[in-house]
Every structure is written in C-alpha cells, then in structure tokens.
Antibody, heavy 121, light 110 residues
C-alpha cells in the first residue's frame, strides 16, 4: 500500500525553525521526484519545493527560497523540509506528494495527510 | 494572486453538468500538461486528472478534462452531492521554473 506520512509540525515563534519529515512506504522511493505543497488556513494550494530522486535537482517557490531547504534520505525512505526564519505567512498545512519531472505536469498522484505549522508569538 | 485563474465558485443541481475553467499563459498551461485535484472538506487533495485529460485508475468517467492553448477545463457530469469539494488545476511554469496552482474552485451541488 502506497503511503506518505508527514510529521514535525507544531507551534513556532516568528524567526524560529522547524523540520518536517515525510516517511513513505509501498513504492521505490528513490525512483520518484517528491514535492512539498502547503495550504494556508482558508486558502488554496501553494507549491513549495521539489527534489529529484537523486537530490540532484531542486527547486523552490520564491516565497521560501533562501529560508527553506528540501532534502531526502533514500535509505530511510524519507523526505524533509527544513524551515528557518519562519514568518506568520508560513502558517499552513504542509503536504508531501509523490511527483514527476517537472512538478505537477504528470500529476501528484499520492499525497500525505498533512502536518500543521503555526508561526505565532 | 495565483498564476492560474479559476472561478472562485460554481454550482449546479444533482445530475447536472458543471465546467470549471483554468486560465494561464504561454509559459505554463501553454507549454505543459495540466493536472486537476479534488479536495474534499478537511482532507488532502486527490489527483483527478493528469496529462491534460487522463484519469488515474478509480476515477469515474464522470470527470473529464481538456486543454486548449493557454486554458484548461474540467467537466463533471451527473453531479452527486459527494462531489462537493474544492477543485484545483496545476502545472509547471517553464519560465519561472516553479509549480503553479489555480486559486481553487468551490463546487456546490444544490
């Protein structure tokens, strides 16, 4: 059974850091590109970042570039999003999704349940 | 403001058909395949359509989509109350090198 499970969300103060994880099962993780997508409360979906299977190709949305770092550990079937210099506008549910190259073109066909990040003092 | 433009809401009666539009530009929809997602209340998004008009296994043929130039459309026929959800289009912007979603369309089945 193909499954993605996010964790690591929580309440953090502005300027703080947080690391999200996404553990996958049911497919050969290293063969797939992966994306992070977020959804602010009451808002639409926003693509955040994307990483190739070998970590050789990485892209970020302008809103997070320089503050967020995507990475993966294929041996642990895990995807990560290191978030720093967090702002109130980063408050959102963060989803990981299985993707292809380029993102969204061939469809994000598997999604996690999401993890909530709240940035507030 | 989203890179792709969708109507904020659409509505129709059970059994009827609804069309959701998604407008973009030459760097995104005009040059790449489009995918569509359904997000039921309080759940994660789900892939409905990929490569403009392909349905993943398990998606009923009541859901269909097409692309023409820099716009795409999602059609839902024989509407059911269970189709009430937010629908998003998405693609890649080849100039900006970013993924882009539409702002989402809330479907109400009256």
């Amino acid at each position: 059974q193909v499954r993605l499970v996010e964790s690591g969300g929580g309440l953090v103060k502005p300027g703080g850091s947080l690391r999200l994880s996404c553990v996958v099962s049911g497919f050969t993780f290293r063969d797939f590109y992966m994306s992070w997508i977020r959804q602010a409360p009451g808002k639409g979906l926003e693509w955040v970042s994307y990483i190739s299977g070998t970590s050789g190709y990485i892209k970020y949305a302008d809103s997070v570039r320089g503050r967020f770092t995507i990475s993966r550990d294929n041996a642990k079937n895990s995807l990560y999003l290191q978030m720093s210099s967090l702002r109130a506008e980063d408050t959102a549910v963060y989803y990981c999704a299985r993707d292809a190259d380029p993102p969204l073109v061939y469809g994000m066909d598997v999604w996690g349940q999401g993890t909530t990040v709240t940035v507030s003092s | 403001q989203s890179a792709l433009t969708q109507p904020p809401s659409v509505s129709a009666a059970p059994g009827q058909k609804v069309t959701i539009s998604c407008f973009g530009g030459s760097s995104n929809i005009g040059n790449n395949y489009v995918s569509w997602y359904q997000q039921l209340p309080e759940t994660a998004p789900k892939l409905l359509i990929y490569e403009n008009n392909q349905r993943p296994s398990g998606i009923p043929d009541r859901f269909s989509a097409s692309k023409s130039g820099t716009s795409a459309t999602l059609d839902i026929t024989a509407l059911q109350t269970g189709d009430e959800a937010d629908y998003y289009c998405g693609t890649w912007d080849s100039t900006l090198s970013i993924g882009v979603f539409g702002g989402g369309t809330k479907l109400t089945v009256l």
